[in-house]
């Protein structure tokens, strides 16, 4: 009698593998932003500007709010229910990538915005506020400032919804040909 329990046993153990790859992303991601959030604090005084280019900035701000500083006038709060947010997003972002590490597309984009909440709620449960640095603008308009964090979360949604729109369409492909 033949046991399929050795190649059970080895897809366990590829799959545990590639989780805990995403999870060393993740971490990179948060080194990563720490280590950049931290040069410029211990550099620059809050609000003062190193002009790179002519339509960008290396700059010290502190956001108590969310993206586009959505909450930032909240007295305090807003800091527990950001905190509470980021943590609930980890966990189910875990729970995804534990149960399907197998997903190129779909981990990656997770693992890209693991890290990028972690790196905030780093800040938030440090400081009371995240740290942003980069500043993009042209003549009189601004960009709201950003740090590494937000460009992994923004790269992580964008290629979810690639993941989306590309499973969308395997879909439909497979339906038509068997509807053939």
């Known amino acids: 009698m033949h046991s399929d329990k050795p190649a059970r046993t080895a897809a366990k153990v590829r799959k545990t593998r590639r989780f805990w790859a995403w999870m060393l992303g993740a971490l990179i991601i948060v080194v990563l932003d720490q280590l950049t959030k931290g040069y410029v604090d211990s550099h620059l005084a809050y609000g003062e500007r190193w002009h790179l280019l002519p339509f960008f900035n290396i700059t ?3 956001n108590p709010g ?3 500083s959505f909450l930032a006038d909240g007295h305090g709060w807003q800091r527990w229910l950001f905190t509470a947010i980021a943590l ?8 995804l990538l534990r149960r399907s590490p197998g997903q190129l ?4 984009s997770l693992m890209a915005i693991l890290g990028g909440a972690v790196g905030n709620l780093v800040d938030r449960m440090q400081h009371g506020h995240v740290i942003d640095f980069l500043l ?3 003549n009189s308009w601004y960009f709201p400032a950003f740090n590494v964090a ?13 993941d989306e729109v590309l499973r969308i369409r395997r879909e439909r492909r497979s339906k038509a040909r068997k509807a053939a």
């Open 60 to 62: 010290l701000l502190y």
């Open 136 to 138: 993009f603008y042209w």
């Open 150 to 162: 937000d460009v992994a979360i923004t790269c992580g949604a964008a290629l979810l919804l690639l």
């Open 105 to 108: 597309l779909f981990c990656s």
């Open 66 to 68: 969310a993206a586009f």
């Open 88 to 95: 609930g997003a980890a966990g189910l972002i875990v729970n």
